[in-house]
């Protein structure tokens, strides 16, 4: 995919991409998020460049042509969605078809080299879209202040070992095996490593506060933790928390 611009006059390219995030557990919390581009082919004068990405706030169609006319549905520089929806600009409108923050800059090399976004915005966007999931329009890619020379060429989806990915650490916590034995109330979770836990509860969900019931301390491997506490009302609400 051409990203950037080439010389002077030539034309300003910007790229669209999107992750399949239906793997990851609902309510999972994103620790780290890393996307790697590899760029197959830039000019042999052309400097360093920075580039930016930016979340995308509306739809758009996936094309699958390199220098030929699109079809319907497909995204070009003046369609979101080739002869069913264009963008408000061509490239798209700053505010309006995409964030006008970027969530993250990274400066791109030469042929042949991995280039990086890691930031505390590209966290949030994708915790975002895992609470969203309609909301989840991508990233629209391109050259910080649309400066000459910043062209490159980087692997797409179909470019095998040099295709795009984004590389997410989180944590999913999940309560189970709840149940009441005898006066008292049960459930289990999975301890990560060198974390520590806090479980909490209240007694109404119109309460301000929470009452500490334990406290985990770090495990050095991978564990069950079962935890139990009295009945002694009609309802009980729980929490776990991990700094």
């Known amino acids: 995919l051409p990203v950037g611009v080439g010389n002077n006059g030539s ?16 309510g999972a919390t994103i620790n780290s998020a890393k996307l790697r581009f590899i760029v197959t082919q830039a000019g042999p004068l052309n400097p360093p460049a920075s580039f930016e990405i930016h979340r995308v706030l509306k739809n758009w169609g996936e094309g699958s042509k390199a220098g030929l006319p699109a079809t319907t549905g497909e995204a070009t520089w003046n ?6 929806s264009l963008w408000s600009a061509g490239g798209g409108l700053s505010g309006t078809d995409f964030a006008t923050t970027a969530s993250a800059t990274a400066t791109f090399n030469g ?14 966007d994708v915790q975002n879209w895992l609470t969203n999931s309609a909301g989840n329009f991508g990233w629209l890619l391109l050259a910080q202040s649309e400066l000459a020379a910043s062209g490159r060429q980087v692997g797409s989806r179909e470019s095998g070992t040099n295709q795009p990915v984004l590389e997410i650490h989180y944590s999913a916590f999940v309560m ?57 009302v009609t309802q009980r609400f729980y929490r776990l928390r991990t700094p």
């Open 111 to 124: 042929t042949g080299s991995t280039n990086e976004f890691s930031s505390a915005g590209l966290i949030a």
């Open 176 to 232: 189970f095996n709840a149940a009441k034995i005898g006066s008292q109330f049960r459930f289990s979770f999975e301890a990560e490593t060198n974390r520590t836990y806090a479980v909490e509860f209240r007694d109404s969900l119109n309460s301000s506060n929470w009452t500490t019931l334990t406290n985990i301390p770090s495990q050095q491997t991978a564990t069950t933790i079962h935890v139990t506490n009295a009945i002694s």
């Open 11 to 26: 034309p300003h390219n910007h790229g669209l991409f999107r992750f399949d995030l239906s793997s990851i557990p609902s």
């Open 79 to 84: 369609s979101r969605l080739h002869q069913q």
